[in-house]
């Protein structure tokens, strides 16, 4: 039983170190460069100068794989035509990058503020219209409430003209009755 407990500790042992080889340690290449500007073409000689990655040069000359340069200090002299390029590199585009996420970060945090404002001005609106509908709809009642004590006194005006001309022809009915009546007195009975 101890020989089995050993061969597979060798054997889990084995696999572990066979699975650490195969999964290699990643590495990338630095995206910052430091190159030695020398006196003349070739990689003899002292540099002079030093130029970094996203530096602007002017190129003022061509010879084979060399460039002369021209720095905004300055000073000039020749470094490997592989060193430069007319695409802005990476850190600078990086730069760039975050300017802009930075401008519009403030954009959409104006633009977050105005919308909070104008989210509390539409509840705001919305509060004055629920108070603008329930008004209408007192009013509304009001009116209701008029125009049925409108229909009501006129109705009751009708009644009260009505009255009042019922009241002149009964008055004169009775006028011309009496009228008659004294005439008749005068006449002693008869007729006119």
């Known amino acids: 039983m101890p020989r089995s407990i050993f061969f597979t500790f060798l054997f889990v042992s084995a696999c572990l170190a066979a699975s650490s080889q195969l999964h290699a340690e990643e590495v990338y290449v630095k995206d910052s460069l430091r190159v030695g500007v020398r006196a003349e073409p070739g990689n003899s000689g002292v540099p002079i100068s030093v130029v970094t990655t996203g ?14 340069i021209k720095m905004a200090s300055g000073v000039e002299g020749w470094i490997k035509a592989t060193y430069v390029s007319d695409a802005p590199p990476a850190v600078i585009k990086l730069e760039e990058l975050q300017v802009k996420h930075k401008e519009l ?33 007192e009013l509304r009642v009001q009116v ?49």
């Open 55 to 68: 530096m602007k040069l002017e190129i003022l000359e061509r010879d084979g794989n060399f460039v002369r």
């Open 105 to 137: 970060e403030a954009r959409v945090g104006k633009q977050n503020q105005q919308l909070q404002a104008t989210e509390l001005n539409n509840k705001n609106l919305n509060a004055e219209i629920e108070q603008l509908k329930q008004a209408n709809a």
């Open 144 to 192: 209701d409430d008029e125009q049925q004590s409108s229909v009501i006194t006129g109705f009751s005006y009708i009644w009260k003209v009505l009255l009042f001309v019922v009241a002149v022809i009964a008055g004169f009915a009775l006028g011309v009755g009496w009228y008659r009546k004294q005439t008749m007195k005068r006449l002693g009975g008869l007729r006119y």
